[in-house]
């Protein structure tokens, strides 16, 4: 896991974002997150997390969508499903595993490049992972969209298809 409440730069130069970079997660729920994740006896469960940390449905579903549990849970989707049942069983005092017998495990498909994509916009606000038209790279080619750099070695006055993503507005 590793994240703190702040970004912060990794030791190989790397940016680790922050749980305040997370949308809809509260900042009272960082800290206990942190702590939660530094003692000696790191939850090994999402289940745990929820509990060491206190965990509302809100915060649980927020760090679920953003793949910051890809440690306890790889798959994204499986995360966000059982985000509202683990903080549930959390808030009501369940016994520890219950979860698993109100809510039996399903194995839910994993989430494509593209969903990871989605939801990191969705949850952060950007993607760290490959940039949005390196999933349509393939598409665009076999449409004659050249990329960006091979503009220059085209001829003048060719005529252009382009594609590519907003990233601002004034």
Same mark, same amino acid.
């Given at each position: 896991?590793?994240?703190?409440?702040l970004?912060s730069?990794?030791?190989?130069?790397?940016?680790?974002?922050?749980?305040r970079q997370?949308?809809?997660?509260?900042?009272?729920?960082?800290?206990?997150i942190?702590?939660?994740?530094?003692?000696?006896?790191?939850p090994?469960?999402f289940?745990?997390?929820?509990?060491?940390?206190?965990?509302?449905t809100?915060?649980?579903?927020?760090? @679920?969508?953003s793949? *910051?549990?890809?440690?306890?849970?790889?798959?994204? =989707?499986? /995360?966000?499903? #059982?985000?509202?049942v683990?903080?549930?069983?959390?808030?009501?005092?369940?016994?520890?595993?219950?979860?698993?017998?109100?809510?039996p495990?399903?194995?839910l498909?994993?989430?494509t490049?593209?969903?990871?994509?989605?939801?990191?916009?969705?949850?952060?606000?950007?993607?760290p992972?490959?940039h949005?038209?390196?999933?349509?790279?393939?598409?665009?080619?076999?449409?004659?969209?050249?990329r @960006?750099?091979?503009? *220059?070695?085209?001829?003048p006055g060719?005529?252009? =298809?382009? /594609?590519?993503? #907003?990233?601002?507005?004034?």
């Amino acid at each position: 896991f590793g994240s703190r409440v702040l970004c912060s730069i990794e030791p190989d130069g790397g940016l680790r974002l922050g749980l305040r970079q997370i949308r809809d997660m509260s900042e009272a729920a960082c800290g206990p997150i942190v702590a939660g994740m530094t003692h000696d006896s790191t939850p090994g469960t999402f289940e745990d997390l929820c509990t060491a940390a206190a965990l509302g449905t809100g915060d649980a579903s927020a760090l @679920a969508r953003s793949g *910051a549990l890809r440690a306890m849970l790889p798959n994204r =989707r499986q /995360a966000m499903w #059982q985000a509202k049942v683990v903080a549930r069983a959390r808030r009501e005092g369940w016994l520890p595993r219950a979860v698993e017998v109100v809510d039996p495990p399903v194995a839910l498909a994993p989430t494509t490049p593209l969903e990871d994509l989605v939801l990191d916009r969705q949850a952060l606000g950007l993607s760290p992972g490959k940039h949005v038209i390196s999933h349509f790279r393939d598409r665009l080619t076999a449409q004659g969209c050249p990329r @960006a750099i091979d503009l *220059a070695t085209l001829p003048p006055g060719t005529p252009v =298809r382009i /594609a590519g993503q #907003q990233i601002g507005t004034q």
